[in-house]
């Protein structure tokens, strides 16, 4: 993937790749990686990529986007029909209209729902038996009271979730090395089906997924495991569920196409920090979070087509609310006053015409109104973070010390007597957050007053947002835009803690956790090789995990179940059954993941699920 060319749509990328020969189709992955090292020219809204000495790419994005096939044009003998356009636009970052954007209006049209069922009246059976009614007119015929009967998914999106089924299915059973260009966007074309369908959630995690294998075909970087395992487990749960989905769950399945904002009247609003956005869909600027006085929190962001470099700059670009020119790092250490606010579900604030803003004065952390975000006690925290209300955590905690993993090292801190890994929000050499940490690693003991972003694990974890300044306890640093520097640090020696932190993950449930990633890397080959899994179903039932162990046996049985024909030729695996298997111990992982970070957070979790039914939705 080529982070320099602008994102295309999934449509235009499957509508390409579909008019390609057999013959081209087979030398596409050659092609985009040959398109992918070619250099890059940008003028205006056209960039250009020079294929050879005679032949130059053109993709046209008005307003930073490719939306149509004819968008790209190339100068080969060949043109249109020819592999180059195909290459480029997967080549291309995968554009998801559901992305927000810098200039976003709040939505007025309600969430893409299929239409109501309508209920048919349901009549008695008639009376039977040897009496006979009573002379004079025949009473009206019995009925009994209408019903309404439960909204259900509409055919086409039947076919869109078999389609996104089918395909991510492929993908998993190819692996990231054998899941190219061709497979992509038979993906892409099942998220643009579904899109049309009334289905964006379900589209946006197959996008999600076609980013995740082209960052790990090209060696990005960025490309982390848990975030492709993530949004395949995401594709087929809900491909699986949507079916037999009615009511709430269908709703939540569905998804919305963009957020509803409502009317919230006046807001006084105190700046808590700024943290950049950099998604691997090609987006990216800046996100400001704040605080009412009751302690509710609202977010204001300036998302837009761009890199790393927009990430950095967006934070001096004036804040899109109202007419004030307030910056969003201004913001987050000042205050804003709004009328005629409109706020979407999740707290962010709309920047329709009748909003207005003034400046107003803001507040220390350690000040009220938003000394009481900390004043919460942290197991409530972790419980409404995992109920899905915020996954904000307002936290005091004291360094004491660093511990290395497979992504780099990451600081532990005592919070509340709790052993705390804070990891780097962001590894993106461009943004301050890894040197940042490493520099607060060197000052143990120190007290902190922090925010950060749980992350569920079994033993407590969250990512490094924002800290309170080392010497300067009024002031704090955004740790993806703000760079601390040696003179922020104290001069004295502090307190060294213990070194090294927590234990390593001894969970048993990693076990299966590990089979469910390499799944997803390797492909089904993985998992049919003889090895170990016996042994470690056996761990995993001694410690009281017998599902997790079954799971497991199952996932080994479907990798390495080949049927012959009559003849004993090996036939084709079948990628359904292996899905259903790994989507039942991706789901189960997760949940005992959720449960465990509650169990090591001393958290409430009256609603966690069963883990000992890994939620119909990937039982094998």
């Not at 080969?76 to 180059?84: D, Q, S, Y």
């Not at 197959?206 to 060696?219: D, E, N, P």
Request: overall charge neutral.
């Amino acid at each position: 993937m080529n982070p320099q060319l602008p994102p295309v749509v999934p449509s235009v990328t499957a509508e390409l790749v579909a008019a390609l020969t057999p013959r081209l189709r087979k030398r596409l992955d050659a092609g985009v990686a040959k398109v992918a090292a070619r250099p890059t020219a940008r003028a205006g809204d056209v960039v250009r990529i020079a294929v050879d000495d005679d032949t130059d790419l053109e993709l046209h994005a008005p307003g930073g986007v490719v939306t149509s096939a004819g968008a790209i044009r190339c100068g080969c003998l060949l043109a249109p029909g020819c592999l180059h356009r195909a290459a480029a636009a997967s080549a291309a970052p995968v554009a998801d209209p559901t992305e927000p954007s810098a200039t976003e209006q709040p939505a007025t049209a309600p969430p893409v729902t299929a239409p109501p069922v309508t209920a048919a009246s349901v009549t008695a059976p008639p009376v039977t038996g040897s009496a006979q009614p009573p002379p004079g007119p025949a009473p009206a015929p019995a009925t009994a009271p209408t019903t309404p009967t439960a909204e259900t998914a509409t055919p086409d999106q039947h076919v869109a979730a078999a389609a996104l089924h089918d395909a991510a299915a492929a993908v998993l059973e190819a692996g990231t090395d054998g899941a190219g260009a061709v497979l992509q966007a038979e993906l892409l074309r099942a998220a643009h089906t579904a899109r049309l369908a009334g289905l964006p959630r379900a589209a946006s995690r197959a996008v999600a997924v076609v980013t995740a294998l082209r960052a790990a075909r090209s060696t990005d970087p960025a490309y982390r495991l848990t975030d492709l395992t993530a949004a395949l487990r995401d594709v087929l749960a809900i491909a699986h569920r949507l079916p037999r989905a009615t009511g709430p769950e269908l709703a939540e399945l569905r998804g919305t196409v963009r957020q509803p904002y409502t009317p919230d009247g006046s807001l006084r609003l105190y700046g808590l920090f700024s943290e950049p956005v950099l998604t691997a869909t090609g987006y990216a600027g800046a996100v400001t979070w704040t605080a009412d006085a009751s302690g509710r929190l609202y977010s204001i962001s300036d998302v837009a087509p761009g890199g790393a470099g927009r990430a950095t700059g967006a934070a001096d670009r004036a804040v899109r609310v109202g007419d004030t020119s307030l910056t969003h790092r201004e913001l987050s250490r000042a205050g804003l006053a709004v009328s005629g606010a409109t706020v979407s579900p999740t707290g962010r604030l709309g920047a329709g015409a009748g909003v207005r803003a003034v400046r107003a004065a803001g507040a220390a952390w350690h000040a009220e109104p938003l000394d009481r975000l900390w004043a919460v006690p942290v197991a409530e925290q972790v419980s409404m973070a995992l109920a899905g209300d915020r996954d904000l955590l307002f936290l005091d905690v004291t360094l004491t010390g660093t511990v290395r993993e497979a992504m780099g090292e990451c600081l532990v801190a005592d919070c509340g007597g709790r052993p705390l890994r804070l990891a780097a929000a962001h590894d993106d050499p461009a943004l301050p957050d890894r040197e940042n940490l490493r520099l607060l690693a060197s000052v143990r003991g120190a007290r902190l007053r922090v925010v950060a972003r749980l992350t569920p694990a079994p033993q407590p974890r969250a990512l490094l947002l924002a800290v309170s300044h080392p010497t300067d306890p009024g002031a704090r640093l955004d740790l993806g835009l703000d760079r601390l520097r040696r003179a922020d640090l104290p001069t004295a020696p502090t307190p060294r803690g213990a070194p090294g932190g927590p234990a390593g993950d001894e969970a048993p449930v990693h076990l299966l956790r590990r089979r469910v990633h390499q799944a997803a890397s390797g492909g089904r080959r993985v998992l049919a090789f003889p090895g170990n899994r016996d042994t470690e179903g056996a761990r995993l039932r001694r410690h009281g995990l017998v599902t997790a162990g079954e799971l497991l046996a199952a996932l080994h049985a479907a990798a390495a179940e080949r049927v012959r024909d009559p003849f004993g030729r090996l036939l084709p695996a079948d990628p359904g059954r292996f899905a259903r298997a790994w989507l039942g111990a991706a789901v189960h992982t997760e949940e005992l993941d959720r449960i465990l970070c509650a169990a090591a957070w001393g958290a409430d979790l009256t609603d966690a699920a069963d883990p000992a039914d890994p939620a119909d939705p990937g039982a094998p």
